[in-house]
């Protein structure tokens, strides 16, 4: 349980410091807001590749889950930003 909150104040931090610079004056909030999401869609397709990696499937299936998880991640990206 420690190693899961770890993980997810890890990949929270660097979201946190854009948006703390944002507050400060530092970065417009747009530009943190547009780090923030890099950040998440990166760790999205991190997470992705390692777990089609572990699964043992030849190559061209994994090419087509990480294209569909890829795919699906920006999908949910563009209805939170329609949503919004």
Do not use: D, E, K, N
């Amino acid at each position: 349980m420690v190693r899961i909150a770890a993980g997810a104040i890890g990949s929270a931090s660097i979201p946190l410091i854009a948006l703390c610079m944002a507050w400060l004056g530092a970065l417009t909030l747009t530009i943190a807001l547009q780090i923030s999401v890099g950040i998440y869609v990166l760790t999205l397709g991190l997470i992705a590749l390692i777990a089609v990696s572990r699964a043992g499937l030849p190559w061209r299936h994994r090419f087509i889950a990480l294209v569909g998880l890829a795919s699906l991640g920006a999908i949910v990206v563009l209805v939170l930003i329609v949503a919004h």
